[in-house]
């Protein structure tokens, strides 16, 4: 935190599809830059840890443990640095494979978000030594002095824009070009009510090679980047 503000980011580092061990690297690198950079809350894009958006995930055991432990070695290099990450990658949960989305920081896993309509009958799944609160969406209170509410919700779901009490939200979202091109407008009207920031990093690693068309950070109305 700087001067009473919280500083955010739309984190991009070079994916490689299953290149889970590159991809790691890569964005330990990009957490260790931005917390030089004094930033708060960096969201990464959508299954960016096992390297692909739209692709389908191959549904190979080897590949999903190690995407599990990768995340594990994430949680462990934010110890002592102060920075909240969100970061995509997919997660075995009752023998389905899940487009989740873990939040990290300060050495652990804080929650994992899931997308889709699957209802488990758990809150909590199991990672490491970990017990980890679990759902399709989740809402964070920061603790410091600003009245933060963070909300995490994975996809395009324009509705819960409009329904989250958070004001600060991170959508890791995939889209190819032409379903991408509209979004960062509707992603500025809905900062404007109520008011909000929303940070969106579209996971488009095979589809654009436009990285300005990437990730949107939009605030009370009003596209920042």
């Not at 984190?11 to 830059?33: D, L």
């Not at 960062?184 to 940070?199: C, D, F, G, R, V």
Request: proline letters at 5%; one cysteine or more; a neutral charge.
């Amino acid at each position: 935190m700087n001067n009473g503000y919280l500083k955010a980011a739309a984190a991009m580092p070079q994916m490689y599809i299953g290149g889970i061990f590159q991809n790691t690297q890569n964005i330990k690198e990009m957490i260790m830059e931005l917390n030089a950079q004094c930033v708060d809350i960096a969201l990464f894009p959508e299954m960016c840890l096992y390297g692909a958006s739209q692709s389908p995930i191959v549904a190979q055991n080897a590949l999903i443990n190690e995407c599990e432990e990768a995340l594990l070695e994430i949680a462990q290099f934010t110890k002592n640095r102060q920075i909240l990450c969100a970061i995509g990658l997919p997660l075995r949960v009752e023998e389905k494979i899940l487009n989740c989305a873990a939040v990290v920081g300060m050495g652990k896993i804080w929650c994992v978000v899931y997308k889709g309509n699957y209802k488990p009958s758990f809150d909590q799944i199991a990672l490491g030594d970990y017990s980890i609160p679990f759902s399709n969406r989740a809402l964070m209170r920061c603790n410091s002095h600003l009245p933060v509410n963070i909300a995490i919700n994975i996809g395009k779901d324009l509705g819960f824009f409009y329904k989250t009490s958070a004001n600060i939200v991170l959508n890791p979202y995939s889209s190819d070009l032409i379903q991408f091109d509209n979004y960062p407008n509707q992603i500025k009207i809905l900062s404007q009510s109520p008011p909000k920031a929303i940070i969106s990093a579209c996971g488009t690693i095979c589809k654009t090679p436009y990285a300005d068309k990437s990730s949107t950070i939009a605030e009370c109305g009003k596209i920042l980047a």
